[in-house]
């Protein structure tokens, strides 16, 4: 299985700040990572796939980059409805696997 | 607009079978480019994908290791919806369970397609306990 390891855990930030999370894959995976959004009692949604391609409807301050086996995921001018959690995933390979997760909170 | 709506009991005993339908809207389960995936999120294991089931010409399903031996999805094209079924769940099933479908979008970057889980269910917390 490729193992799927995210950093920081957890991040503090404020309004207008640039942030970025990484991920990192156990083996290459090309540019088959998408990232996902998760607030409470929610389920996750799509922001990036194939590393750096920004779904329908979501705001361009979000963007992705990376290929092989490290990926980031930077929000430009955080506001605040990004606070939340945020997953890598990798579409390489079966069985699909998750990053464990950032959780982006309010400084 | 794809929409994936979950039913099933939140509680199910130890030892006894966890079943969760996906209701599909907006897409078949018999599309040729997409595949339909359970996966559940616990605080202990966080995201795990269980499976999946799709149509190319024939059906076939793909599980996680872990829970090889106990799941089966299936697909049920006359009522355009998937179902999940784990047996001999103990507490450790104990999460929330989504249906998800996994899409194939095309990257303008990359000049290929790419699959990533476009459409969720809303989530169903199953507790195992007596």
């Known amino acids: 299985d490729i193992q799927m390891t995210q950093s920081p855990s957890s991040l503090s930030a404020s309004v207008g700040d640039r942030v970025t999370i990484t991920c990192r894959a156990s083996?290459?995976?090309?540019?088959?990572l998408n990232w996902y959004q998760q607030k409470p009692g929610k389920a996750p949604k799509l922001l990036i796939y194939?590393?750096?391609s920004l779904q329908s409807g979501v705001p361009s301050r979000f963007s992705g980059s990376g290929s092989g086996t490290d990926f980031t995921l930077t929000i430009s001018g955080l506001q605040p409805e990004d606070f939340a959690t945020y997953y890598c995933?990798?579409?390489?390979?079966?069985?699909?696997?998750f990053g464990q997760g950032t959780k982006l909170e309010i400084k | 607009q794809v929409q994936l709506q979950q039913s099933g009991p939140g509680l199910v005993k130890p030892s006894q079978t966890l079943s969760l339908t996906c209701a599909i809207s907006?897409?078949?389960?018999?599309?040729?480019?997409?595949?339909w995936n359970w996966i559940r999120q616990s605080p202990s294991r966080g995201l795990e994908w269980l499976g999946r089931?799709?149509?190319?010409?024939?059906?076939?399903?793909d599980y996680a290791v872990s829970v090889k031996s106990r799941v089966t999805i299936n697909p049920d094209t006359s009522k355009n919806q998937f179902s999940l079924q784990l047996n001999s769940v103990t507490p450790e099933d104990t999460a929330v369970y989504y249906c998800?479908?996994?899409?194939?979008?095309?990257?303008?970057?990359?000049?290929?397609?790419?699959?990533?889980?476009?459409?969720w269910g809303q989530g169903t917390l199953v507790t195992v306990s007596s």
């Open positions: 998800a479908r996994e899409g194939s979008l095309y990257s303008d970057n990359t000049g290929y397609y790419h699959a990533a889980f476009d459409y």
């Open positions: 907006g897409d078949s389960v018999s599309s040729n480019s997409a595949a």
């Open positions: 089931t799709y149509y190319r010409s024939k059906w076939s399903n």
């Open positions: 083996q290459s995976i090309s540019s088959y």
């Open positions: 194939a590393a750096s």
């Open positions: 995933h990798q579409s390489y390979s079966i069985p699909r696997t």
